[in-house]
């Protein structure tokens, strides 16, 4: 991100192709690069929050020739006014927002635009339809080496900052007869899917208790005994080999062996060869929304 951005992350970050981004900078004047002493382009953040505000506006019907010829004002009032009369392609241009301030590492922008959504649409519409496909997003750029290791901690950080605030406001728990033990495994260090679990469990009534992320099954096994959870949930964000898995259920079956066991993140041959009561898989958010 120091040296800017290529225009193939352009197009992986838009979806919009490179030869379509060469041709609009040809015939309408769309972006004027930095080059580099080899001639290679390189697009700078404000090039990126332009490119995804065009391919919204391109989106919903206005022709590339139209676009080019708006000023950055105008395509910004082009930007408000598809907030305000399309749900999609207000979500789209939130997501965008979030990860151009992510880019930028601007505090400012993150907590506005965050805000301004669960404000008007709730903290868990807000995880469900931004955040996650705004980490999706993020790690696309991981993937590509395009984003530094200090703006993966800034997004997550102001993530689990938020889910924390909000897990801290819910009421103590209502149903005394359940207790739910979260955490990751040995080296999982991904936490946001299993906070936003927290959340989930937490407003259902359940009491939680949160491990975090990286913990020894042995130890697991210890909590659940001195707690009596009746629920343990384990969320795999790694790949491991089948014979890893097994291996692992085996140690958290005797661990825990009274409690129901969760276990999300499976690979989807591991989930039709884990046939055991102890064990319910969750493939998806409303597998354990149905539980709780």
Same mark, same amino acid.
């Given at each position: 991100m120091n040296n800017g951005l290529s225009? @193939? =992350?352009?197009?992986?970050?838009s979806g919009?192709? #490179?030869? !379509?981004?060469?041709?609009?900078? @040809?015939?309408?004047?769309?972006?004027d690069p930095d080059r580099t002493e080899t001639n290679i382009r390189l697009y700078s953040t404000d090039d990126l929050t332009k490119l995804l505000n065009i391919s919204s506006v391109l989106d919903h019907g206005m022709k590339i020739s139209k676009v080019s010829m708006l000023s950055r004002e105008e395509l910004n009032k082009e930007i408000e006014l598809l907030q305000q009369e399309n749900i999609e392609a207000s979500k789209k241009i939130i997501v965008n927002k979030l990860i151009v301030a992510t880019l930028k590492?601007?505090?400012? =922008?993150?907590? @506005? !635009?965050?805000?301004?959504? *669960?404000?008007e649409n709730g903290l868990e519409d807000a995880m469900e339809k931004i955040i996650y496909p705004m980490l999706i997003q993020i790690g696309l750029m991981w993937t590509v080496s395009k +984003?530094?290791? /200090?703006?993966?901690?800034?997004? /997550?950080?102001?993530i689990r900052q938020k +889910?924390?605030?909000?897990? =801290?406001? +819910?009421?103590? #728990?209502? @149903?005394?007869?359940?207790?739910?033990?979260?955490?990751?495994? =040995?080296n999982e260090s991904h936490e946001i899917g299993l906070l936003y679990a927290y959340y989930l469990v937490k407003k259902a009534g359940h009491e939680c208790i949160y491990l975090g992320p990286s913990v020894p099954v042995e130890d697991v096994g210890a909590c659940c005994t001195n707690s009596?959870?009746?629920? *343990?949930l384990c969320a795999f964000t790694i790949q491991r080999s089948e014979s890893v898995f097994k291996a692992y259920f085996d140690k958290m079956k005797e661990a825990c062996p009274s409690a129901q066991?969760? *276990?999300h993140g499976l690979p989807s041959a591991m989930t039709s060869q884990l046939n055991d009561s102890n064990f319910k898989i969750l493939t998806d958010l409303q597998d354990l929304k149905n539980i709780i």
């Open positions: 225009i @193939k =992350d352009l197009e992986n970050l919009i192709k #490179a030869h !379509t981004i060469r041709m609009w900078e @040809k015939r309408h004047n769309i972006f590492c601007n505090v400012v =922008d993150f907590e @506005k !635009t965050y805000k301004t959504y *669960v404000a +984003l530094n290791p /200090s703006q993966e901690h800034f997004a /997550s950080q102001m +889910l924390f605030t909000a897990i =801290d406001l +819910l009421p103590d #728990a209502s @149903k005394k007869n359940s207790r739910f033990l979260l955490y990751l495994p =040995d009596n959870a009746t629920h *343990v066991l969760l *276990v």
